[in-house]
């Protein structure tokens, strides 16, 4: 039996869904000689050149717009983008690092493909919030 699943961070823990099948897997390992096998490996979906871009290019626009800079964007777009499924930057203990934005986000330069849909996505709903539109 092979069992897998994509945790974020550091922290590991059987996401949720995948309880029963981690303890059926478990008594199957008590059963032969006490012992499982564990892999960790990166799951990468890299990210192009293109989205991420994007995503400063929004961020840039934005910040002509409402005023600011596109540092302060990025950041906010990435704490904005916690909220919707984008990883938590940690410290070296594992803990989540804030910032004044909120919650801090990873670099964009390590968001993969979805994560940096997040970011583009985060975007486009602060430009909203606020009554701006970054069509193109």
């Known amino acids: 039996m092979k069992l897998t699943f ?3 961070g550091r922290g590991f823990r059987v ?3 995948y309880e029963a099948r ?15 096998k564990i892999t960790v490996e990166p799951n990468y979906q890299q990210r ?27 950041e906010m777009a ?3 983008a916690v909220s919707l499924g984008y990883p938590v930057a940690t410290d070296e203990k594992g803990f989540p690092v804030a910032v004044k934005y909120g919650v801090k986000g990873i670099p964009s ?18 430009a909203a919030e606020n009554g701006y539109s970054l069509e193109d």
């Open 48 to 74: 192009t050149m293109k989205e991420n871009a994007y995503f400063h290019v929004l961020c840039k626009r934005l910040a002509e717009m409402a005023g600011g800079t596109p540092e302060d964007m990025k």
């Open 78 to 80: 990435k704490a904005k």
């Open 109 to 126: 330069s390590e968001a993969n493909v979805g994560e940096c849909a997040l970011l583009i996505e985060a975007v486009h709903m602060m």
């Open 6 to 8: 994509v945790i974020h």
């Open 22 to 36: 981690y303890e059926k897997l478990l008594e199957q390992a008590l059963k032969g000689d006490g012992t499982i």
């Open 15 to 17: 996401p949720a869904g």
